[in-house]
T-cell receptor, first 115, second 113 residues
Framework: GAGVSQSPSNKVTEKGKDVELRCDPI?????LYWYRQSLGQGLEFLIY????????KSGLPSDRFSAERTGGSVSTLTIQRTQQEDSAVYLC?????????????FGSGTRLTVV | KQEVTQIPAALSVPEGENLVLNCSFT??????LQWFRQDPGKGLTSLLL?????REQTSGRLNASLDKSSGRSTLYIAASQPGDSATYLC????????????FGKGTLLTVNP
C-alpha cells in the first residue's frame, strides 16, 4: 500500500480481555517495528521483524505481549489479559531495511484504552 | 546505552518567527538521524532524514543539521506558521545491523497567530 496501515485506530477494552492490533506495512519493506507511546513518555521500542530472521523481542514489557508477522508482511501485536497500564498508543513502522535504509514510515497508531 | 535529549521541552513563538529545535545524543556511532512531527492524537510524520555522512538536509522551510562528532542535531523552521504547531521528535538509528530507533521525548511547539 501507499503507507503503513494500522487497525483499529481506537480500541477500548475491559481489563483482563485480550486484544489484537494489526499493522500492514508498505509493500516491499522488509523491516517492521512496533513502538508504544504512553502518556507523557517517549516512544518505547517493543519488537522488530527483519525479513525471515527471528524477531528481536527485547522490548516487550511482559510475557502477556506477543507479536507475529505472517508471510513477511502483515503483523499482529497481541496483548493478553490487558491491564490499565497497557493503555497507550501503539505505533507500527516499516522500512526498507538493509544498507538501502531510507528511514522509517510510521502508521497513525492504535490508541488502546483499558478500562 | 544511547540517550537522546531534546531541548526545549516546549516552545511558544509568534507567527513568522524563525526558530531552532535542539536534539543531542550520547553515542556518536549512529547510522542516521530522523526528525518527525506528531500532531495531537496522531501518528508520526517523517520530516527529514540525515545520514551519518551528511551535514544537513532541507525541505521547504525546514533545515536539519547534524554534527555527529559532538552528538548534536538542530531543526530550523523558517517563518513559522500556526500550522507548524505540533510535537517534534528526533530519533537516532544506531550503526551496524541494529535497526532500533532511540527517540527523544520531543519538543512541543506552539505558533501563535
Amino acid at each position: 500500500g501507499a503507507g503503513v496501515s494500522q487497525s483499529p485506530s481506537n480500541k477500548v477494552t475491559e481489563k483482563g480481555k485480550d486484544v489484537e492490533l494489526r499493522c500492514d506495512p508498505i509493500s516491499g519493506h522488509t523491516a517492521l517495528y512496533w513502538y508504544r507511546q504512553s502518556l507523557g513518555q517517549g516512544l518505547e521500542f517493543l519488537i522488530y521483524f527483519q525479513g525471515n530472521s527471528a524477531p528481536d523481542k527485547s522490548g516487550l514489557p511482559s510475557d502477556r505481549f506477543s507479536a507475529e508477522r505472517t508471510g513477511g508482511s502483515v503483523s499482529t501485536l497481541t496483548i493478553q489479559r490487558t491491564q490499565q497500564e497497557d493503555s497507550a498508543v501503539y505505533l507500527c513502522a516499516s522500512s526498507l531495511g538493509g544498507m538501502a535504509d531510507y528511514g522509517y514510515t510510521f502508521g497513525s497508531g492504535t490508541r488502546l484504552t483499558v478500562v | 546505552k544511547q540517550e537522546v535529549t531534546q531541548i526545549p521541552a516546549a516552545l511558544s513563538v509568534p507567527e513568522g518567527e524563525n526558530l531552532v529545535l535542539n536534539c543531542s545524543f550520547t553515542d556518536s556511532a549512529i547510522y542516521n538521524l530522523q526528525w518527525f512531527r506528531q500532531d495531537p492524537g496522531k501518528g508520526l510524520t517523517s520530516l527529514l532524514l540525515i545520514q551519518s555522512s551528511q551535514r544537513e538536509q532541507t525541505s521547504g522551510r525546514l533545515n536539519a543539521s547534524l554534527d555527529k562528532s559532538s552528538g548534536r542535531s538542530t531543526l530550523y523552521i523558517a517563518a513559522s506558521q500556526p500550522g507548524d504547531s505540533a510535537t517534534y521528535l528526533c530519533a537516532v538509528r544506531p550503526g551496524g545491523s541494529n535497526y532500533k530507533l532511540t527517540f527523544g521525548k520531543g519538543t512541543l511547539l506552539t505558533v501563535n497567530p
